[in-house]
């Protein structure tokens, strides 16, 4: 890596992450009704002016003027970053700009856009802000479906409930019972800067009522099992494709049920665990693996075992929303 890129990075060394504190800060569910701190968080994309070297950065507020920034070589999560070292630094809003400073290096970001420089060389790179989305977002379902919830009525759940919005809120279960099925959500989580850890717009999806995948923002974070995307206690996604906070994401599940030898003489033996293949706004980040018999997600309400479950979307506290629910069931 040359001295420009070194350079760079500079502004991106790791750092000690903050606690997994409960802030009880705001929630903000609107995008246009936010704070000063909302405008700059998001994604980032340029490259190192003198050899073309993409670069991918992701800001994140913390509140209070407060952000953390992190850098992957070769571009985005899930759009070229060679899945090696990140690179990490805080940053501070000051006069309408966030600034990150490290030695003689500074990285300011205004008007959607990162300039990176020294006194000597003031423009090593420009990163512009930009707005992916998923290629699964309002996806129709196909012929034969079952329509969970289309923002037309909550009656599929048990205790379902929609917002003034029309959008689906946690803490309900789905009336009919499923085996094995291809699942399709759209979620959105919300914008939280003063709170930490799973305080931090947190639900999950649960399979037959047994096996959650983790909701959670996780934007910048490592990619854990208890945070966005993860099989939660059980597997970290392959990476983390939590976008920002209030925009839209989708989960793509295909979801095999556990096969049990129910004859007379060996009840309720399982003899296939079962499986799971999960695309987070678009992109596998578990593929085909095997979840546990003996036990369930801990907060499960249904224990495994041969028979259908629900589907269970959880309540933890926070406004999380979800729309264009729909699955197929696939034997």
């Not at 945070?227 to 206690?233: A, D, H, N, Q």
Request: proline letters at 7%; glycine letters at 12%; aromatic letters at 10%.
């Amino acid at each position: 890596m040359n001295r420009l890129i070194q350079l760079i990075f500079s502004l991106f060394l790791a750092f000690t992450a903050a606690a997994a504190v409960i802030a009880k800060g705001p929630a903000y569910t609107d995008p246009n009704n936010t704070d000063a701190d909302f405008p700059f968080q998001g994604e980032y994309v340029g490259a190192v002016k003198e050899d073309g070297i993409k670069v991918g950065v992701q800001v994140i507020a913390l509140g209070g003027g407060k952000f953390q920034s992190v850098a992957y070589v070769g571009g985005l999560p899930g759009d070229g970053w060679d899945k090696e070292q990140t690179y990490k630094a805080e940053g501070e809003l000051k006069d309408g700009e966030l600034v990150i400073m490290k030695g003689d290096a500074w990285g300011k970001i205004k008007d959607g856009v990162i300039s990176v420089g020294t006194k000597e060389v003031p423009d090593f790179a420009r990163f512009e802000r930009v707005y992916r989305s998923s290629p699964t977002e309002g996806a129709k379902p196909p012929a034969g479906a079952i329509i969970l919830f289309d923002g037309k009525s909550a009656d599929a759940f048990e205790k379902g409930k929609m917002d003034e919005h029309g959008l689906l809120m946690p803490g309900c279960t789905s009336v009919q019972k499923f085996g094995s099925f291809h699942l399709h959500i759209e979620f959105r989580l919300p914008y939280q800067p003063e709170d930490r850890g799973q305080a931090r717009g947190n639900s999950g999806v649960y399979m037959q009522g047994r096996y959650e995948v983790q909701m959670l923002d996780s934007f910048g974070l490592e990619g854990k099992n208890n945070e966005c995307g993860g099989l939660y206690e059980l597997r970290d996604p392959d990476q983390n494709m939590c976008f920002p906070p209030l925009a839209w994401q989708t989960y793509d599940i295909d979801y095999t049920a556990a096969e049990y030898n129910t004859t007379k003489s060996d009840d309720d033996k399982p003899i296939a665990p079962p499986r799971i293949t999960v695309q987070h706004n678009g992109v596998v980040i578990h593929n085909n693996v095997a979840l546990p018999t003996d036990r369930g997600t801990r907060s499960s309400p249904v224990k495994p075992g041969p028979e259908p479950g629900p589907l269970y979307l959880q309540d933890h506290g926070s406004p999380v929303r979800y729309r264009n629910i729909w699955l197929v069931e696939t034997k």
